[in-house]
Structure formats: structure tokens, C-alpha cells
């Protein structure tokens, strides 16, 4: 209730200032109103460059908005960018300590080792020569030729690398069927045999070796050692009933000449209980070389008896099914992982199929000082750390983008020793991650780099192989790694800065790097504890975004200075934070969303919101406590900058609709605008009166000419320009609260009335000004463009309640305060906006009266010329000069006049001429008819003329007022004499039938007529409330009936009654008759008079009142009284009047036909009861 009595008192405030707005137009001006009613003065420059100024840094702060969205999506649009992205500072903590010079030449001892130790056929990418791959690890490890020869000396005297075969059998495809069901029952037999020498290669060509075939060979070797052709033998698990068996089983061989000795696989098909590959299980079984050399024969001896058998007994031994030989001195260094084809062994065997073994090369004894102290992998990480190192220093061209590709002596080098010291594929991909990531937090690598390796890692997981020391240096190369990140992202806005595209692309990397990470399989094993990664990446952007805006206040420091370079500071805090929530919102939070599914444009934003509606609240407390000072005025500079501040806030709170519906509520700037609202209404002044100046400055330049296309100048556009510009800060407040839009809009409408009228008054003063100095086209020109001024602003603020959503303004009052609230508005508001348009039309009316006076004298020359001109001259001739000079005006005029202000001056010229005719024909009453007849024709022609065929003025519109005067003023001057006092009395009677009361009495008669006697009886019973015209208070009443006109009637005579003495109410009951033909009372005007006369004995009789029946009442024939019946009809009251009868026009014509005896005679008798009324 208090809400809707205090915005009562508004309205009404509002109201009273509306409704005065008229008055203020006549009152004298006040000292400091911004626009004054004097004659207006040149105004200095300063106060035009002000307003100018003024308007043109609103409008840089109302683009502000526009202009942040501009810049956001051109960084969203960034193209490709050749500038390195900044440093990416970090934490000293994660700096790892440098390799001191011993390790290093340990370090280097185990690279000269791995290669004098090569082994295997290289890849094309790898280097061959010894000699170029000691230089290249002489610039790895800075090492001098002293140190090298040394070093080099030393490993070859040292024990040379022991090396193993490792054979994994995975599967087989497309084997023989050997058994009845069309299958067979496959098994491998593998083992390495002894090296042959050059000479044996051709025999080589043409014999395959079978551990099935030895008969000739075991015959002729005598030693056991010459008996077993194979160090070891190891079969895989027989998988029945299969074509394409799958072992997936894994041997480890021991190499004694690895450049010469060959792995020799079969692949037999099992028939007997027992059968080699039993034999070679149990052979494998027995230690100690001459054992298996027993054993062996026992397992030749039976290959020799089945070999012998009949055919009946080969039913029971293993069928061959393939064999496969490979040198040793042909793997690659890397391996074979690859399918071969099975060979026959002889000419005569058939075979098919292919097997799928994975071999690989490696040592298994190293004599190297870090090899007897290190582990494997140890050793490999320092020897790829040391390596990527130095040729990560080797890149010239960005750097911050390197891939990781390392150059072939490095490549080389490392794949060596990665296959001598036996490291697993997730070995290698873990080494490699460690060190990478680690270098990376010294010297920035590609992230897609680092992605790389973690996937492969994620490819090669195998939990069980990654145990112990490695699971724990994995674990921490992890967790260092994500705090790495982490400082990042907490820096994010100096390291990976949206100027830069290719810092958001390394950014954008980053994300998805980490967040792959946590979802790794690797990741979860052993780092089971950091499970809630997406909680650490929201406390380090929340965290980062305090420490920035934090940084933004030490940058701009807003709590030095003055009041107002305190908010100005503060401006640009707001203006960076909302620039920084564009970036956010456009380009950061996509990224985090995408990568981690962290919202982070929500995050950063209700933190900086929070921190920034702090830091205003405080600063706005000091504006008001400030304002509230009596001797304290808002300067404009400090309006401007609270506006600002204002535009600013609004901005950033506008950011929450892209924030979920949940986190959007109860935000710190919910309420913001109530900390401006006292402040908004002393700015609103300072935009009224900057306003006034733009105006007057508008008028005094304007050289009232039209502008372009259009019919208005310069002063009408800047007036409607800058009233554009003020709606649109308005529209720009978007005031939330409804009580205090209300308020603001009223204060506004009111600004945009005064401003307007006051803008029409000053215009009007100006062509009054010129219309002395211009010749009459050139002035109507220049009255015609100040006439479309005035209109094309009043046009524009007709638009005021859409353009400052009124109907919103009701609707939010009427929400909060009831009808009656949204009640309030409407009147306040259209009140307003009724008493701005009446006050412009009156100004308009006042140009249009400044024309029609200049135009006066020669309208009275054109009317005296008709007045004037002979009977003899045709009505053409006598109008053709009126209507030439009004035929050329009307050309200026609707060249220069819009449709409105055209029918306005054309409604205002004819008005002007009727007045003027009519004053001519008044001034001649009483001549010839054709004098009348002449003026009739005259308007008729101005009335077609001014209809302009329906384009000009409407007929109806036309004929009205003035027009029906001057119309019945020439159709009376045409009447006899005797018609006019025949109108005289149609008009009495008309007179006398709207009489219901009046304060002269009235008085009671019935009348009756007899046909057959053509005999009118008149009874005149009594009459009341007479007026007192005795000194008595009294009267002496008597009543004089007659028939009217006399000329109708000229043989009957007036007939009076009785004197009633000293009464107001006489009782009279007299008869009067009189003799009325059919042929006189047919006429309408023919009438019975009642005159009501006060007798006095020592004067003149006083006229007291008088009343009118016309005969057709009594003597027509069905009338009641025109009947047998008659005297039994019911009396008729007629009240009495006592109008003068000079104030008639018929009294005049009348009196001005002074040799017209009827006439003269007429209006003597009038003026005889006129003189009477004045002597009463």
C-alpha cells in the first residue's frame, strides 16, 4: 500500500507539471530553465561542442555492447597465426635437477655399448655407420675424442652381449587336413639350430631340415653334441580338430652365434598316444647336454622304425604338416611380427598354410656399469631424456610446436637399446610419456604429442607388467603432469591468451590431453586416490579468475584518485571482466566442456561477478552518500561515467543468460540498479539540458532549407535525431523495476514535451524574424518548412508510448500496484502526451496565422475588387484575380507542405476568406441583389477550389461554421422585406418550441378555430411567475394578442386584456376572436403573438415577456381545435422570452433598408419593446 500511495503522489507531481505545461508557455522564463522564452541569443561554441561531445560519447557507450560482441567474434574467427603463443610460466618446483658429468659418462658408456652390440637387419630409417653414430653421441653427451676413445676402448675389452631369442608361436591359418574328419591336430616343434657356414648355403637352397629327417647325419656324428641339432627343443600344446589352431604361446632361446644360427619350426599333425611332441617335453625336462643327447637318439630311433614301417603301421605317426626356417641374422632390429608361409621339407611334400610368430632379438646379459646397477628401464629413460634434450635444442622453428621426431642416430640408437635391454612395447610407451612429459615442463612440447603417448599407453595397458617402481614412477609422472596442467589453467588467460590462435590450439590440446587422461585405464590403477579430477580443474579456474581480477585492481588501482576517476577506474575493471566473460562464454568454455565437461564460463563468471558486485556496491555507497550533500551537484563528466558504470554492470549481468537455469538465480548484480537509481534521475536532467542545447544550437544554424527528399530541414532532424538518441539510453537502462520505470518514463515524456514544444516556439520566432527580410514565395517557402518542422517532430512523438513501451509500464504497475496503479499510468502518460500535441498545434496555428496575416492585405485588395466591380462585369472576371493569387500560392504550398500541414493552412485560408466576405457583405446590407448574388458566386467557386476534386479540403468540413453564417447573411441580403420578417417569425416559433423554462413566466391560453366561420377563438386564461417590474417587487400585467404577420393579416387588429394590478400571477379568462382564412394560416410563418406588458400610469408600458403559437397548431384541418370539439381541448403553456431583437441579423438587414416602409415600420416597433427592456 505504501508502494501505491507514494506512486500517487508521483503521478500527481507528474500530472501537475503536464498540466502546466501550456500555462509555462505565457509564464516569464526562469533564470535556469535550459530553455529560455527570450529572444533567442547566438550561444557560444563551447556549449553547441559540449552538447555535441556529450551526445556522441553516449552513443560510444551505448555501441559499447555491440563493439565487445565485434571483437569476440573476430577472435572466435581468428585465422592462422605465425606469432609463437606466450611462455608458459611455471612453478620453479617442477624444474628437474640437471644429470651431473659422471652420470652422463655412464650414460654415454651404455650408448657406445648398445652400439658396438647392434644386432638384427636395420630399418631404411636407421643409420648403419658406427662412425656417424659416435658423433652424433658426441654432441648428445658434449663428449670430447679423449673421452670417447676411452670410453669406446673400454666396452670393447669388456665381456660382449649375451643374446636370447624370444618366439612367440600366436596362431596358424589354412593348414593341411590330415585326419578322416577333414581336419587335423596341430602342434609346433621349434628350436635354434647351429650355425652353417657360407659353403653350406647353396646345399641349403636345395635340402630342408626336419627334426623327423637325421638319419644320414645321426649315422655319420659320433659325439652327442654332433647328435642334438637343436640346443633346445620346445613345442606348443596340441589343439585338436583345426585348421587354424591358436597357441599364443611364448619360448625364450639362448643364442650362441647370433649372426649365423637359424630358428627351425614344424608343425605336425598329432596322431599317437605318444608322439615327439612328448618326447621333445620330456627331453626338454632332462638336464645336462649328454642326457638330452640320449634321449635324442631314442626319439631318432623311433623316427627310423616308423620311417621303415609298412604302410599299415604309419598310422600312428604325426603327420608334417609345414616347416618354417629363419636366420637369425635376417630379423630385423625391431622384430618380426608377421605371418610366414610354410615350406615342404623336400621336393615331394605338400603343404599350405601360413603361421604367425613374433620374434625379437635381445640381450641378455650387458656388462655396463649402469646395467649391473640400474634397471633396464631406468637406463632407457635417462638415455631418451638425454637425447630428446638436446635435439628438442636442435629446433630453431618453433620449438613450442615440436612433434618429438627425433633425428636418425637418435632413432637408432634408442630402438637398440629398447631391443637389446628387452623392453615391452608399454615399457617403452611409459619411459617415453615420463620423459616427454617431464622435458615438457622445462621446454613446451606439441600437446598432441603427449596425447599420442598416453594413448599409447592406454593401447598397451597390461596391469600385471607394471608393478613396483614403475607403477610408482608412472603414478608420479602423472600427477605432476596434472598439477603442471592445473598452474596452467590457473594462468590461462597470460599463457593461453585468445589473441593468440596458437595458444588456444595448444590450450584446446591440453584439455583434451588431461581429460583423456583421467578416464585412462592406466590413469585409475595407479592413481586410484585422484578420482575427482573435474573438482581440482574447478578450483584452479576459480582460484585463477580471483588472482586475474585481483591483478586487473592492482593494474588500475579504482580506490585512488577522485570520486570520479575512482568509478571511471572502475569502468575499465567492468569492461575487462566483460570482456573476459565474452572470451569465456565463446571460446574457453566450448573447450573445457568438449574436453573435461567443466562449465567453465559458470565458474568464472559467478566469480567475478561476485568479486565485481562487491567492489560497485562500495563504490556506489560513496556516489550517493555524496549526492545526498546539499552543496554536492552531479556534474555532467560524473553523470557520464555513472551512466557508463550503469551500461557496464548491465552488460556483465546480462552474461547470466547463457549460465543454467539452476546457477542464474540469486546472483550478487540481481538487484544492481537500485545502487543508480538516485543517481539515473540527476542524470536525466543532465540529459535534458544537453538536449535544450542541441536544440537551440539546431534552430540558430538552420537555414530552413529542405533536406533531401524530404519537405523538413536540418533543426528537425537533429531534434528527432537526438530524441532517438535519448529513447535509446532509455531503452538501454532497461529499467527492471516497474515503480521506478514508471517514474522514468513519466520524467522522460515530459523532457520530450517540453523539449518539443519549446523547439516549435523557437522555430516560430524565428520566421517571424524573417518574414520582414524575405519577399512573400520566399517566406511561405521558409513558413511551409517551419510548419513540416513542427509536424514531422510532433509525428515522431506520437510514437512515444511504443517507443517507451507504455503498455509494458502499465502492465508491470498493474502487476505490483492493481488497476488502480496501472490507471495512474495511462492518465499520467497520455495526459502528458495530450497537453505536448495541443501546445504543438497552437504553434503551428500561430504559423499558419503569420502566413494568412501576410497575405491579408492583398485578400482584401481581391474582395474589394468583387466588392466593387460593376454589375456590367461577368462573376469570371470580377473573381479571376482572387483565384490567380490564390492559384499561385496554392502551388507553393503543395510544393512545400506535407499532406497535414497543407490541409491545416488550406482550412486556416478558407476560414480567412469567409470571415472576410462576410464582413464585406455585412458592410453592404441593403443594396442591389445582383451585389449578393456576385459574393454567392464567389464562394462557390473558393469552395470547389479548396475541394481540389476531393484532394483538398472535405465538403462537410468545408460547410460548416462561417460558412452557414456567410451562407444565411447572402440568402437573407436576397429576400424582400416581407421575407425576412416572415423568417423573423419562422424563427421565433423555432424559438419558441425549445423553450421548456425560463425565468420570465408563462402563460396559459387555449385556442380553437371554427371552419365554417373561418373564426380563430383565443382564450387567455391566466399566467404565472411574471417578473416584477414595479418598484414594488410587483407588477400590473396585462396581455396584447395579435395576428403575424401584419402583412399576412393586414386587416386584423391587435387585441389586449384587461390590467391584473400588483400581481405576478394574473388570472385573466378573456375571449378574443379573430377572422383567419384557409389561406392565410396554411403559411408556416402565420402566428399568434402573446405580449405581456407591465402598465404604468405615469409612462410607457414596460414589456415583461412575450410568446409565439403558429396557427397550423390550431386552424389545420384534423387538428383537435379545428373541430366541432375544439372548445374542450386541453390550454397550451407558453413560456415567455425576452430576447432583443437587434441581436438578430433579420433586425439589421431590416434596419438597413431605410426605404422600405414595411421594414422601417417592422423594426420600429422591435426597437420600441427593445428600448423598453433597457429602461427596465
Known amino acids: 500500500m505504501t508502494t501505491l500511495l507514494d506512486l500517487k503522489s508521483s503521478v500527481l507531481r507528474q500530472v501537475q507539471r503536464s498540466q502546466s505545461l501550456r500555462t509555462r508557455r505565457e509564464a516569464p522564463p526562469a533564470a535556469s530553465s535550459p530553455l529560455t522564452h527570450c529572444p533567442p541569443e547566438p550561444l557560444p561554441r563551447r556549449i553547441s561542442g559540449e552538447s555535441a561531445e556529450f551526445f556522441e560519447r553516449m552513443n560510444a557507450i551505448l555501441q559499447k555492447q555491440e563493439n565487445m560482441m565485434r571483437a569476440a567474434q573476430a577472435e572466435c574467427q581468428r585465422g592462422p597465426c605465425t606469432m609463437p603463443p606466450p611462455q608458459e610460466h611455471v612453478d620453479q618446483a617442477f624444474i628437474s635437477e640437471r644429470v651431473s658429468r659422471t652420470e652422463l659418462d655412464l650414460l654415454y658408456e651404455e650408448a657406445v655399448y648398445t652400439v658396438v652390440n647392434r ?9 648403419k655407420s658406427d662412425d656417424e653414430l659416435f658423433a652424433y653421441l658426441l654432441k648428445v653427451f658434449d663428449m670430447g675424442d679423449e673421452e670417447h676413445e676411452i670410453i669406446l676402448q673400454k666396452v670393447q675389452e669388456s665381456k660382449r652381449a649375451s643374446f636370447s631369442l624370444r618366439v612367440s608361436v600366436m596362431k596358424a591359418k589354412n593348414l593341411m587336413a590330415k585326419d578322416a574328419n577333414g581336419y587335423s591336430d596341430p602342434y609346433c616343434m621349434l628350436g635354434i639350430l647351429v650355425g652353417q657356414s657360407p659353403r653350406e648355403t647353396e646345399e641349403k637352397k636345395e635340402r630342408k631340415f626336419s627334426f623327423r629327417k637325421r638319419r644320414e647325419k645321426l649315422e655319420k656324428r659320433s659325439s652327442t653334441k654332433e647328435v642334438l641339432p637343436a640346443r633346445c627343443i620346445q613345442v606348443t600344446e596340441v589343439k585338436p580338430e583345426t585348421l587354424n589352431p591358436v597357441w599364443d604361446e611364448h619360448f625364450v632361446f639362448e643364442i650362441d652365434d647370433v649372426h649365423n644360427d637359424l630358428l627351425h619350426l614344424d608343425i605336425w599333425d598329432h596322431d599317437d598316444d605318444v608322439s615327439v611332441a612328448e618326447a621333445c617335453k620330456k627331453l626338454n625336462e632332462v638336464s645336462g647336454l649328454r642326457g ?12 627310423r622304425s616308423n620311417g621303415s614301417a609298412s604302410s599299415g603301421s604309419e598310422e600312428n605317426v604325426d603327420d608334417f604338416l609345414g616347416c618354417i626356417n629363419i636366420s637369425l641374422n635376417e630379423i630385423p632390429v625391431a622384430g618380426y611380427d608377421t605371418w610366414f608361409k610354410l615350406e615342404p621339407r623336400s621336393s615331394a611334400s605338400k603343404v599350405q598354410g601360413e603361421c604367425h610368430l613374433i620374434l625379437k632379438v635381445f640381450t641378455s646379459q650387458r656388462d655396463t656399469t649402469l646395467s649391473k646397477r640400474d634397471t633396464n628401464v631406468s637406463i632407457h629413460k635417462k638415455l631418451l631424456s638425454q637425447i630428446v634434450e638436446y635435439e628438442h635444442a636442435q629446433v630453431k622453428r618453433e620449438p613450442y610446436n615440436w612433434n618429438g621426431q627425433v633425428s636418425p642416430p637418435a632413432w637408432t640408437v634408442l630402438t637398440h637399446h629398447a631391443v637389446q635391454t628387452d623392453l615391452s612395447p608399454l615399457q617403452q ?18 600437446y598432441s604429442l603427449l596425447l599420442r603417448l598416453l594413448r599409447t599407453i592406454d593401447a598397451e595397458w597390461d596391469p600385471p607388467t607394471v608393478r613396483g617402481d614403475l607403477e610408482r614412477q608412472l603414478s608420479d609422472s602423472f600427477r605432476l603432469y596434472t598439477e603442471h596442467c592445473l598452474c596452467l589453467m590457473k594462468n590461462m588467460r597470460q599463457v593461453f591468451p585468445c589473441t593468440s590462435a596458437a595458444a588456444i590450439t595448444r590450450y584446446e590440446l591440453m584439455l583434451r590431453g588431461i581429460g583423456y587422461m583421467q578416464n585412462m585405464r592406466a590413469f585409475k590403477t595407479v592413481c586410484p586416490l585422484r578420482n575427482e579430477l573435474h573438482l581440482d580443474i574447478t578450483t584452479a579456474v576459480k582460484k585463477g579468475t580471483s588472482e586475474w581480477y585481483e591483478s586487473l585492481i592492482a593494474q588500475y588501482k579504482p580506490e585512488e584518485g577522485s570520486l570520479e576517476e575512482q568509478l571511471k577506474k572502475m569502468v575499465q575493471v567492468i569492461d575487462a571482466v566483460c570482456a573476459d566473460v565474452q572470451r569465456g562464454q565463446n571460446i574457453y568454455n566450448k573447450l573445457f566442456y568438449s574436453a573435461v565437461k567443466v562449465d567453465y564460463f559458470s565458474i568464472s563468471y559467478r566469480q567475478l561477478e561476485k568479486q565485481v558486485a562487491d567492489d560497485v556496491n562500495v563504490a556506489m555507497e560513496r556516489v550517493c552518500g555524496t549526492l545526498e ?23 556483465l549481468k546480462g552474461f547470466r543468460e547463457f549460465l543454467p537455469l539452476k546457477d542464474a538465480k540469486m546472483l550478487a548484480l540481481t538487484g544492481f540498479h537500485n545502487w543508480f537509481k538516485s543517481s539515473i534521475h540527476k542524470f536525466l536532467q543532465i540529459v535534458h539540458d544537453r538536449s535544450c542545447d542541441r536544440i537551440r544550437k539546431a534552430v540558430e544554424t538552420d537555414q530552413l532549407q529542405p533536406v533531401q527528399q524530404a519537405k523538413h530541414s536540418c533543426s528537425a532532424v537533429e531534434v528527432t535525431a537526438c530524441f532517438s538518441q535519448v529513447r535509446e539510453i532509455w531503452l538501454q537502462l532497461s529499467w527492471p523495476d516497474s515503480a521506478g520505470a514508471f517514474i522514468f518514463v513519466t520524467r522522460l515524456t515530459d523532457n520530450f514535451c517540453n523539449e518539443a514544444v519549446c523547439y516549435s516556439e523557437m522555430m516560430t520566432r524565428k520566421i517571424e524574424r524573417n518574414q520582414l527580410a524575405r519577399d512573400h514565395k520566399n517566406f511561405t517557402v521558409q513558413l511551409c518548412i517551419g510548419l513540416n518542422n513542427v509536424e514531422h517532430v510532433r509525428v515522431f512523438l506520437a510514437h512515444l508510448p511504443r517507443d517507451l513501451d507504455w503498455p509494458g509500464v502499465e502492465r508491470a504497475m498493474e502487476e505490483s500496484c492493481g488497476a488502480e496503479g496501472k490507471e495512474q499510468v495511462y492518465k499520467a502518460l ?23 496575416d501576410k497575405m491579408l492585405p492583398e485578400l482584401r485588395r481581391y474582395i474589394q475588387h468583387i466588392s466593387l466591380s460593376p454589375d456590367s462585369i461577368n462573376n469570371d472576371d470580377a473573381v479571376s484575380p482572387l483565384m490567380k493569387y490564390l492559384q499561385d500560392t496554392m502551388v507553393i504550398l503543395t510544393a512545400n507542405l506535407v499532406k497535414e500541414n497543407l490541409t491545416r493552412v488550406l482550412q486556416s485560408m478558407w476560414e480567412l476568406l469567409l470571415r472576410m466576405i462576410l464582413d464585406a457583405v455585412t458592410e453592404n446590407r441593403g443594396v442591389q441583389v445582383e451585389f449578393y448574388n456576385r459574393f454567392e458566386y464567389t464562394v462557390e467557386t473558393l469552395l470547389q477550389f479548396f475541394h481540389v476534386k476531393g484532394d483538398g479540403l472535405a465538403l462537410e468540413d468545408m460547410k460548416s461554421g462561417d460558412y452557414k453564417v456567410l451562407d444565411e447573411e447572402l440568402r437573407l441580403n436576397k429576400c424582400s422585406s416581407f421575407d425576412l420578417i416572415e423568417q423573423y417569425y419562422l424563427e421565433k416559433i423555432s424559438l419558441q418550441k425549445t423553450l421548456k423554462h425560463t425565468p420570465y413566466g408563462r402563460i396559459s391560453v387555449k385556442c380553437y378555430y371554427d371552419p365554417p366561420e373561418q373564426r380563430l377563438t383565443v382564450e387567455i386564461l391566466h399566467a ?10 410587483l407588477s400590473d400585467p396585462f396581455v396584447i394578442v395579435e395576428l403575424c404577420p401584419h402583412h399576412l393579416f393586414p386587416a386584423a387588429k391587435s387585441q389586449r386584456t384587461q390590467v391584473k394590478l400588483k400581481t405576478l400571477h394574473p388570472v385573466f379568462d378573456e375571449l378574443f376572436y379573430f377572422h383567419v382564412s384557409p389561406e392565410q394560416y396554411r403559411h408556416r410563418y402565420a402566428c399568434l403573438t402573446f405580449t405581456v406588458m407591465d402598465y404604468d400610469w405615469l409612462s ?14 390550431f386552424c389545420w384541418p384534423g387538428r383537435p381545435n379545428a373541430s366541432a370539439a375544439g372548445k374542450n381541448v386541453q390550454p397550451v403553456i407558453l413560456h415567455l422570452s425576452r430576447s432583443k431583437p437587434s441581436e438578430k441579423p433579420i433586425m439589421r438587414m431590416l434596419d438597413a433598408r431605410t426605404g422600405d416602409r414595411e421594414a422601417q415600420e417592422f423594426v420600429r416597433r422591435l426597437k420600441e419593446i427593445e428600448k423598453s427592456m433597457e429602461e427596465d
Open 119 to 127: 644386432v638384427g637387419v636395420p630399418a631404411p630409417e636407421h643409420v
Open 292 to 303: 638330452m643327447g640320449r634321449y635324442f637318439k631314442q626319439i631318432a630311433k623311433s623316427v
Open 429 to 446: 610407451a611409459i619411459v617415453r610419456w615420463q620423459c616427454y612429459s617431464n622435458h615438457h615442463r622445462n621446454q613446451r612440447l606439441c
Open 629 to 651: 550533500q546539499e552543496s554536492s551537484r552531479l556534474t555532467q563528466t560524473m553523470g557520464e561515467t555513472i551512466f557508463e558504470l550503469f551500461m557496464s554492470l548491465k552488460i
Open 830 to 852: 497520455n495526459g502528458q502526451l495530450f497537453n505536448m500535441d495541443l501546445d504543438l498545434q497552437r504553434e503551428a496555428k500561430r504559423l499558419i496565422t503569420v502566413f494568412t
Open 1024 to 1033: 404565472a411567475d411574471i417578473i416584477a417590474l414595479d418598484a414594488n417587487g
Open 1100 to 1113: 410607457t408600458n414596460d414589456f415583461a415577456g412575450e410568446a409565439v403559437a403558429p396557427l397550423s397548431d
